[in-house]
């Protein structure tokens, strides 16, 4: 050892807030805590605190599967011969303020 004290801040988690109703969670930032109930406790403090927020995920960082740079051509081309997955092709019915209500 090289004199340090090695402290243990926990597993690292990524904060998603939900603001208002009907919105998206977004992404707001990392935390450590050692268990899930540390976690959410410690985002609220760093968090939500002062903004507001009506919902509150807590993920470990490390459950979180992501794309790398080397995926982006394989993972992300569209494929010619499927042109069903592209958007265009769907419409959805119903007007958007249904789709709110729920």
Do not use: C
């Amino acid at each position: 050892m090289s004199g340090e004290i090695e402290h243990d801040q926990g597993d690292l988690w990524e904060v998603f807030i939900q603001e208002d109703d009907n919105a998206p969670h977004t992404h707001a930032g990392s935390i450590r805590a050692a268990d899930p109930e540390m976690a959410i406790q410690n985002a609220r403090d760093v968090f939500a605190r002062r903004g507001k927020a009506k919902s509150m995920w807590v993920v470990k960082s490390d459950h979180i599967k992501a794309t790398t740079p080397d995926d982006v051509a394989p993972f992300f081309d569209p494929t010619a011969d499927k042109i069903y997955r592209h958007v265009q092709f769907y419409k959805h019915t119903l007007d958007d303020e249904l789709w709110k209500k729920r």
